[in-house]
């Protein structure tokens, strides 16, 4: 039984053997391979040269389609072939297989490897199209009517090709023209140039691209014999990453050769031959320029912080005690800047403090934006000027044509520290002297900028406190370095925190006048805190506007250093002709910076706090509401007059509170208030008082108006108070206290200098010792 159960398997087996071998018999004889068919898609063209009907542009966009009945194209292969056709390289197709097939990087080839020497090509791709430059020059590469041949086919997934698709076009293209696009005509240069060539074609939706160019130096007499130094050859741009580009330099290999001068007479010149090939292989007319090569030259570095034109600033900085909070109307840059609890902080402007130093307060988040580039980069080597990319000499300022390739950087007699660019191997520069600098490339990270940390000065406090020094010098393409490298040195200070703020500063900004002298003003003013302190800080801010001729680096506004204010426990100041404008607006980026760390301020002023309101209001500046409690809006301060002459009805300062009256100083040193040479023309008043329309804060002296009366006889102005007048003015707000919680702030609609000195000083004392 069981031997006929295995016959009767090894029967089945047998069969089903016998059937599938027939079936794949029967599957090969059924499905022969069919070629794959390919045609050319453009109307454009001919199928042969006696069916050409005249040129077409040089430049074609060929379009194909292949189809595989029992398959699929699996990608297509083209050639140009001349007239006689033998196959031929056309611009951006010019590595050929043996047959003349152009060859591409297969997908998984590595390409930085030139395709002529890479061994992962092929013919093959799957792109249905393609733009050719058909060759429209003859052998001496002028314009002709070219005929080609453009042949195309394609493979199926088995491997079998398609016969080849053709067709025949004429070329046609104009001869271009050729151009530097340096002006050297005529010129001295240094030893190393960049020559940039440009070609314009006149061919309609081609452009100017060209293919290459090709140049000749010669040094030539002035008779026109040449003088030996350079190969008597065409060099070709053809290899070069950019053929419109050709570098000659001594860091190259290929330095130009200086031109002779004997006894100050030049003895030969420089000729420069050009030729540009367009992508139809056509020539162009042979441009020919000379110069002279010079050496000597040494490029110039600016570190762009107005080093002599505060304008031309460049430079900012940003941390918790340096910092602006507004955007000036005048500023170009983009500024860096961080979200805080008090709102945006941008960075702003070293200050120019009073020991003439560029200075800054300190945090461990202090950052300082470095700017540098080299004599030329922009007009008058200011930033904020055009850009004009002339390399000037550094002695003579003269142009000399060469590029600017490198920068070295040392920072306080160190090369600079720059993690991702250490100071070692080519980015290390050791000078004959021992001096060691960080070289860096113009194309680097930190080419030409750089953010100066806490990292950079060692991650220390006690290293970044202190007086810094930057050094930058340029490199340019001779590899001559600025001999006179540019420094900035600057001084950053600690800061100094509220409890440990002491003293009084006192900021006059006061012109010597008859109606706030000098003399007097300073004198009332020390005499008024002298029970509080001995001695005191003072600041002339007119002066200072007129001696240190920094106001640019602030936009024309804040000129007083906040490392120069920042250690006293309050600042007074005072502008006393009532009739003057005056700047305290601003120093508004100053005296937000000293209040915010717990400063306290008293203003004393006059009629014209009406118009520094004003001017807060317009510019954004929130001074007098965030730290004197008076809304940013043009009628919270008013004033009783503009002038000494009217309304002359201010006597008194009356006490709110715990302080005491004030009266007027009369007589008056002001002669509008006090005329001792005609009695009768004095007003024994004053106009110009300021007083406080709304506020938050708490009044603490108010208006005291004469009594009503009639003016007496003889006197040509108005001076006493009808009732009406009595009644509008009398118990007016005129001086203020707000406090916050980090500061006490008092403003004062009267100036101090025109009140009873002792009364005054009596108030001051009593504010002084309040202080928190």
Same mark, same amino acid.
């Given at each position: 039984?069981?031997?006929?159960?295995?016959?009767?398997?090894?029967?089945?087996?047998?069969?089903?053997?016998?059937?599938?071998?027939?079936?794949?018999?029967?599957?090969?004889?059924?499905?022969?391979?069919?070629?794959?068919?390919?045609?050319?898609?453009?109307?454009?063209?001919?199928?042969?040269?006696?069916?050409?009907?005249?040129?077409?542009?040089?430049?074609?966009?060929?379009?194909? %389609?292949?189809?595989?009945?029992?398959?699929?194209?699996?990608?297509?292969?083209?050639?140009?072939?001349?007239?006689?056709?033998?196959?031929?390289?056309?611009?951006?197709?010019?590595?050929?297989?043996?047959?003349?097939?152009?060859?591409?990087?297969?997908?998984?080839?590595?390409?930085?490897?030139?395709?002529?020497? %890479?061994?992962?090509?092929?013919?093959?791709?799957?792109?249905?199209?393609?733009?050719?430059?058909?060759?429209?020059?003859?052998?001496?590469?002028?314009?002709?009517?070219?005929?080609?041949?453009?042949?195309?086919?394609?493979?199926?997934?088995?491997?079998?090709?398609?016969?080849?698709?053709?067709?025949?076009?004429?070329?046609?293209?104009?001869?271009?023209?050729?151009?530097?696009?340096?002006?050297?005509?005529?010129?001295?240069?240094?030893?190393?140039?960049?020559?940039?060539?440009?070609?314009?074609?006149?061919?309609?939706?081609?452009?100017?691209?060209? =293919?290459?160019?090709?140049?000749?130096?010669?040094?030539?007499?002035?008779?026109?014999?040449?003088?030996?130094?350079?190969?008597?050859?065409?060099?070709?741009?053809?290899?070069?990453p950019d053929v419109s580009l050709a570098l000659h330099s001594a860091l190259n290999g290929n330095a130009l050769i200086p031109n002779t001068i004997e006894n100050d007479v030049l003895q030969d010149s420089t000729f420069l031959?050009?030729?540009?090939?367009?992508?139809?292989?056509?020539?162009?007319?042979?441009?020919?320029?000379?110069?002279?090569?010079?050496?000597?030259?040494?490029?110039?570095?600016?570190?762009?912080?107005?080093?002599?034109?505060?304008?031309?600033?460049?430079?900012?900085?940003?941390?918790?005690?340096?910092?602006?909070?507004?955007?000036?109307?005048?500023?170009?840059?983009?500024?860096?800047?961080?979200?805080?609890?008090?709102?945006?902080?941008?960075?702003?402007?070293?200050?120019?403090?009073?020991?003439?130093?560029?200075?800054?307060?300190?945090?461990?988040?202090?950052?300082?934006?470095?700017?540098?580039?080299?004599?030329?980069?922009?007009?008058?080597?200011?930033?904020?000027?055009?850009?004009?990319?002339?390399?000037?000499?550094?002695?003579?300022?003269?142009?000399?044509?060469?590029?600017?390739?490198?920068?070295?950087?040392?920072?306080?007699?160190?090369?600079?520290?720059?993690?991702?660019?250490?100071?070692?191997?080519?980015?290390?520069?050791?000078?004959?002297?021992?001096?060691?600098?960080?070289?860096?490339?113009?194309?680097?990270?930190?080419?030409?900028?750089?953010?100066?940390?806490?990292?950079?000065?060692?991650?220390?406090?006690?290293?970044?406190?202190?007086?810094?020094?930057?050094?930058?010098?340029?490199?340019?393409?001779?590899?001559?370095?600025? &001999?006179?490298?540019?420094?900035?040195? =600057?001084?950053?200070?600690?800061?100094?925190?509220?409890?440990?703020? %002491?003293?009084?500063?006192?900021?006059?900004?006061?012109?010597?006048?008859?109606?706030?002298?000098?003399?007097?003003?300073?004198?009332?003013?020390?005499?008024?805190?002298?029970?509080?302190?001995?001695?005191?800080?003072?600041?002339?801010?007119?002066?200072?506007?007129?001696?240190?001729?920094?106001?640019?680096?602030?936009?024309?506004?804040?000129?007083?250093?906040?490392?120069?204010?920042?250690?006293?426990?309050?600042?007074?100041?005072?502008?006393?002709?009532?009739?003057?404008?005056?700047?305290?607006?601003?120093?508004?980026?100053?005296?937000?910076?000293?209040?915010?760390?717990?400063?306290? &301020?008293? &203003?004393?002023?006059?009629?014209? &706090?009406?118009?520094?309101?004003?001017?807060?209001?317009?510019?954004?500046?929130?001074?007098?509401?965030?730290?004197?409690?008076?809304?940013?809006?043009?009628?919270?301060?008013?004033?009783?007059? %503009?002038? =000494?002459?009217?309304?002359?009805?201010?006597?008194?300062?009356?006490?709110?509170?715990?302080?005491?009256?004030?009266?007027?100083?009369?007589?008056?040193?002001?002669?509008?208030?006090?005329?001792?040479?005609?009695?009768?023309?004095?007003?024994?008043?004053?106009?110009?008082?300021?007083?406080?329309?709304?506020?938050?804060?708490?009044?603490?002296?108010?208006?005291?108006?004469?009594?009503?009366?009639?003016?007496?006889?003889?006197?040509?102005?108005?001076?006493?108070?009808?009732?009406?007048?009595?009644?509008?003015?009398?118990?007016?707000?005129?001086?203020?206290?707000?406090?916050?919680?980090?500061?006490?702030?008092?403003?004062?609609?009267?100036?101090?200098? =025109?009140?009873?000195?002792?009364?005054?000083?009596?108030?001051?004392?009593?504010?002084?010792?309040?202080?928190?």
């Open positions: 039984m069981f031997r006929k159960k295995s016959a009767i398997y090894l029967i089945l087996v047998i069969a089903v053997v016998l059937i599938m071998s027939t079936s794949c018999e029967r599957k090969g004889t059924l499905n022969t391979n069919l070629q794959p068919y390919i045609t050319i898609t453009n109307y454009f063209g001919a199928d042969s040269t006696s069916l050409i009907s005249g040129p077409l542009l040089f430049q074609q966009t060929i379009q194909w %389609s292949g189809t595989d009945e029992d398959g699929w194209v699996e990608g297509y292969a083209f050639r140009v072939l001349n007239e006689e056709g033998e196959p031929i390289a056309t611009p951006g197709y010019d590595v050929l297989d043996e047959n003349g097939w152009v060859k591409f990087y297969t997908p998984s080839a590595e390409q930085d490897i030139p395709l002529s020497q %890479s061994a992962e090509t092929t013919i093959w791709r799957d792109q249905c199209y393609s733009t050719v430059n058909f060759p429209a020059a003859d052998a001496n590469g002028d314009s002709a009517n070219v005929v080609s041949i453009f042949e195309v086919k394609c493979i199926d997934n088995a491997g079998n090709e398609s016969d080849i698709a053709r067709k025949y076009f004429q070329a046609h293209s104009h001869t271009p023209s050729i151009f530097l696009d340096t002006e050297i005509d005529g010129k001295t240069i240094s030893t190393a140039i960049i020559f940039s060539f440009v070609m314009k074609d006149g061919d309609p939706f081609v452009g100017d691209d060209p =293919y290459y160019f090709k140049y000749k130096l010669e040094r030539r007499k002035l008779d026109g014999t040449i003088v030996g130094g350079y190969p008597d050859e065409w060099i070709s741009t053809l290899e070069l031959r050009i030729k540009a090939i367009d992508t139809a292989l056509i020539e162009s007319e042979e441009l020919e320029i000379s110069f002279i090569v010079k050496e000597g030259f040494y490029p110039g570095t600016v570190i762009y912080y107005g080093d002599g034109n505060a304008n031309a600033n460049g430079i900012y900085s940003l941390g918790a005690s340096h910092f602006a909070t507004y955007l000036d109307d005048a500023i170009s840059d983009i500024l860096p800047s961080v979200q805080t609890s008090d709102g945006v902080h941008y960075a702003t402007a070293f200050w120019y403090d009073g020991e003439d130093k560029y200075s800054a307060i300190g945090s461990n988040d202090f950052k300082t934006y470095m700017r540098w580039g080299y004599n030329g980069e922009y007009k008058d080597n200011d930033p904020h000027k055009r850009r004009e990319d002339k390399t000037l000499d550094e002695i003579t300022g003269q142009e000399y044509f060469c590029e600017i390739i490198g920068y070295d950087i040392r920072l306080d007699g160190e090369p600079y520290y720059y993690p991702p660019i250490p100071a070692e191997d080519d980015h290390l520069q050791v000078d004959d002297d021992g001096k060691e600098w960080l070289r860096v490339g113009a194309n680097d990270a930190i080419g030409q900028a750089t953010t100066v940390t806490f990292t950079s000065y060692g991650g220390s406090l006690d290293n970044m406190y202190g007086e810094h020094t930057f050094e930058v010098r340029a490199i340019d393409l001779q590899g001559a370095v600025d &001999l006179t490298p540019h420094e900035f040195t =600057y001084t950053i200070v600690a800061p100094v925190p509220k409890e440990e703020k %002491s003293g009084i500063l006192i900021i006059d900004d006061d012109a010597d006048t008859g109606e706030s002298p000098g003399g007097y003003v300073d004198t009332l003013y020390t005499y008024i805190i002298s029970d509080y302190v001995e001695e005191h800080g003072y600041i002339n801010r007119k002066e200072l506007s007129l001696s240190n001729g920094m106001s640019g680096l602030h936009h024309a506004k804040s000129i007083i250093a906040p490392s120069d204010i920042q250690q006293y426990k309050a600042i007074i100041y005072h502008s006393d002709n009532g009739a003057a404008e005056f700047d305290f607006w601003k120093e508004f980026e100053a005296f937000k910076i000293y209040l915010l760390h717990g400063g306290n &301020l008293i &203003l004393s002023g006059g009629g014209t &706090l009406k118009i520094i309101h004003e001017k807060c209001s317009d510019n954004g500046f929130n001074i007098l509401e965030e730290y004197f409690g008076i809304p940013m809006n043009n009628t919270s301060i008013n004033r009783v007059s %503009s002038e =000494y002459l009217v309304n002359p009805f201010f006597i008194k300062a009356i006490a709110e509170g715990s302080f005491n009256d004030i009266d007027l100083l009369l007589p008056s040193f002001n002669s509008t208030i006090t005329n001792p040479m005609a009695p009768f023309l004095s007003v024994n008043g004053l106009g110009p008082v300021a007083y406080f329309n709304s506020h938050n804060s708490e009044v603490i002296f108010s208006y005291g108006c004469k009594d009503v009366a009639e003016d007496p006889p003889g006197c040509p102005f108005h001076i006493n108070p009808t009732q009406e007048e009595y009644d509008l003015y009398n118990g007016l707000p005129v001086a203020l206290k707000y406090e916050t919680t980090n500061n006490s702030c008092y403003i004062f609609g009267f100036p101090l200098s =025109y009140m009873d000195r002792d009364q005054v000083k009596t108030m001051m004392t009593q504010i002084l010792n309040d202080l928190p």
